[in-house]
Each structure stands twice: as structure tokens, then as C-alpha cells.
């Protein structure tokens, strides 16, 4: 028994030594860009009433979810994701502010799903998310942040696809489908997997031309010239609009100087269904799937009372340091921290000066010379745990 309990359970794992510190690290970077942009600093629980993260919500399937009972008989679940307690807060503390309003985050997510593909079941997220604001300017000015913070990572290669669902509902309701198969619909595109949605609209009874619309979204991918086209191509007016949208978020991300890092993907849709604009995500090399992943949502704080448009995206930070570390970034981590090693007669002077290095604003470890330990041997501790100075007493 002892020795199957030094084992993690599937999907999570430990992080120590200098792999932490790397993190550590990155963390910091991501967080002093959010702070730059003015987003201010909120913890929320790591576990919520389960409604926050229900069906009605738009979020996580419910057997995706960590679920259990508190001694009231409520049930709760572990957060899946972070965008719906921030909803729940904003809508808590700033009920009646009309001003925008800037948070940051950073913390783990859970989710219970048997689907790993290498993935992990509690992952480390930081994000940003901007209330009461509905403009153009507030998606430029979130997608202009994603890239600043990949790029204070140190990731050079990447690429930012933006969407935007109200294309795809526009293109829905002009074929008449329902809600239910709207969202049938989404699930086969957002996978991928054409055939599947060619047979769903075919069992639906739609016509062909309108199929051949719907599937055509699949195309529609590349620059803002992409876009142009397809503009030309839709006849309903909720699709255009959402393109001379894009169009608008463009000439802002232009003015950011960081059109380079975007491109366009109307076919890209989100397992969240709380989705309702814009949406994108952040891909680079040597993951196998986005590292950042955002979008609008004008619908969600008002299954908590609040009615006001956000938007906001979250970075995977364990999926971010995959992509470093398979990209050969270099992390700096500074090395920190004094070893002091002392024989049992100098006891008393080694803890002195132990003191006064610590008062002086170093870290400092203390340890007794063992007989059976040469100086070599602790000179090498110090080098493998990233200490700056050895002091024999």
C-alpha cells in the first residue's frame, strides 16, 4: 500500500526543483503584463455551487466535472474553468458599476475527463477578463494582450486564429435550424468532422444549398482578405455584420503593431457554449493543441444578475511550458540562496551569521557537516539546487 501512495493519480503529477522555478518564473512574466495592461488581482474558490458550471451555463459537461456534497447537501464542483466565477463576481461586487472593469487570475482547473491524450486533469491557468465593455476596442485590445503576454514568455513562433460564432449563428438561423441542433452542429465542426455534420443537417431534412453553406465554413480561413471574400459570398445580414466586425478588430490589432501574429478562421467554434462573439486561440509549435484560448461572452453575467457584454481568455501555463521547453526557450532563473555548512563546534557562530546573511536579505540554508561527507559533496548540492555560495564554518 505504501509504496502505490508515492504514486499521483492519473492525470496530475508533481513539480519541484528547477522545472517549478521555470514556471514560477513564467508565471511572473504573465502576471506583470496583465498588471502593465491594468488588470487588477482576484482569487476566486476552487470550488463553486455546481449551477455556476451547469448545462444552463454553457460550460463543462457535468461528467467532466469533480462533483461532491457539503454537509448541507448542496452540491459543488471543482472549478473546470475560471470564466464563470468571474462572471459570478463581477456580477457579485460590481452589480451596478457601468465603467469597464479589468480582472486577472491565476490558479488550478479541474477536469474529471477520461479523454487524456496526454493532457493533464488539473492544469495551471492565468487569464484576463474585461466587463462592460462591448467595443471593438476592448477585442483588439484582449487579443493585442494575448500576444504581448506570449511573447513576454519568450515564445517567437506563434499564431493567434480568431472566429467569431455570431458568422456561424447568422448562418444557422438562415438555414432554420433549431437550438438543439445548433448545438449538435457545433460539437461535429468544432471537432473536425464534416461528414458527421453533412449527415446530422441531412437527417434535419435541410436542403442541399443551405448544407453546402453551412459546410463551407470550413474554408473560410487565412488573411483578412479571406474574410473579404466570404463577405461577398453570405446573403444573411448576422453573418456580414460579424465579418465587418472582424474587419473592425483588425484595423485596431493593426494599430497594435501586431497584425503579424493573427489570422482568421470563421469555422473555428468552442466547446463552451457561453460563447457569443468573438472567440480565438493561440497556437505554436510542439503542443498539440492551443495554449491560449479566449472570447466574448455578452450573455453570461446575466445568469447572475448583471446584464453587461466581456471578454476575457486564459493561458494553459503547463501547455505553455511544454512549448518552451520542446522550442529550446531558455527560462532564466536567477540562482538564489546561501548554503551554510558548519561543524558541531562552530554551532553557535554558524546560526550568528545564518542571521545576519538572512537580515541582509539572503536565503540561506543551514547544515551540519556529516563525517561521511566530503566538501565536494556539498559544493555539488549547492550546484544541483541552484545556490549561489557555499560558506564552510
Known amino acids: ?38 488588470y487588477k488581482d482576484i482569487q476566486t474558490p476552487s470550488f463553486e455551487f455546481f449551477d455556476v458550471f451547469g448545462k ?37 461586487y460590481f452589480m451596478d458599476e457601468t465603467l469597464p472593469v479589468r480582472f486577472t487570475y491565476s490558479g488550478n482547473a479541474f477536469t474529471n475527463t477520461s479523454n487524456l491524450q496526454g493532457k493533464l486533469k488539473e492544469t495551471t491557468q492565468m487569464g484576463a477578463e474585461l466587463f462592460n465593455d462591448g467595443s471593438p476596442e476592448a477585442d483588439g485590445e484582449m487579443i493585442n494582450l494575448a500576444v504581448e503576454c506570449l ?7 506563434f499564431q493567434i486564429s480568431i472566429g467569431e460564432i455570431e458568422f456561424f449563428k447568422g448562418l444557422c438561423q438562415e438555414a432554420g435550424l433549431d437550438e438543439e441542433t445548433e448545438y449538435e452542429l457545433r460539437d461535429f465542426i468544432s471537432t473536425k468532422n464534416f461528414f458527421g455534420a453533412e449527415e446530422l443537417l441531412l437527417l434535419k431534412g435541410i436542403e442541399r444549398d443551405k448544407i453546402n453553406i453551412l459546410l ?47 489570422s482568421f478562421d470563421l469555422g473555428m467554434l468552442s466547446k463552451y457554449n457561453y460563447y457569443t462573439g468573438v472567440i480565438f486561440k493561440g497556437y505554436t509549435y510542439g503542443v498539440g493543441d492551443a495554449v491560449l484560448t479566449g472570447g ?35 527560462i532564466h532563473c536567477q540562482d538564489t540562496g546561501i548554503l551554510v555548512v558548519y561543524e558541531n563546534i562552530r554551532r553557535k557562530e554558524a546560526i550568528l551569521k545564518a542571521k545576519e546573511l538572512r537580515k541582509a536579505g539572503s536565503f540561506v540554508e543551514l547544515m551540519e557537516k556529516a563525517e561521511d561527507k566530503s566538501k565536494e559533496a556539498y559544493e555539488s548540492f549547492a550546484k544541483d539546487n541552484r545556490m549561489e555560495q557555499v560558506l564552510f564554518l
Request: charged share 30%.
Open 1 to 38: 500500500m505504501s509504496k502505490k501512495l508515492v504514486h499521483t493519480p492519473e492525470g496530475v503529477r508533481d513539480i519541484y526543483g528547477l522545472e517549478y522555478a521555470r514556471k514560477l518564473a513564467v508565471q511572473e512574466l504573465l502576471h506583470n503584463k496583465f498588471k502593465e495592461f491594468g
Open 56 to 92: 444552463e451555463i454553457g460550460t463543462t459537461a457535468s461528467k467532466d466535472l469533480y462533483k461532491f456534497f457539503d454537509k448541507e447537501g448542496n452540491t459543488l464542483a471543482l472549478r473546470p474553468d475560471f470564466t464563470p466565477s468571474m462572471a459570478r463576481s463581477a456580477a457579485k
Open 151 to 157: 511573447l513576454s514568455a519568450g515564445l517567437k513562433e
Open 216 to 262: 463551407s465554413i470550413s474554408d473560410a480561413f487565412g488573411s483578412i482578405e479571406a474574410l473579404k471574400d466570404m463577405k461577398e459570398s453570405v446573403k444573411n445580414q448576422r453573418s456580414r455584420k460579424a465579418i465587418e466586425h472582424l474587419e473592425q478588430v483588425y484595423e485596431i490589432l493593426c494599430l497594435y503593431g501586431v497584425e503579424n501574429y493573427v
Open 296 to 330: 466574448r461572452y455578452d450573455q453570461l453575467l446575466s445568469y447572475f444578475g448583471k446584464n453587461a457584454p466581456a471578454i476575457g481568455f486564459m493561458i494553459i501555463v503547463d501547455d505553455l511550458m511544454v512549448a518552451l521547453s520542446s522550442q529550446k526557450i531558455e
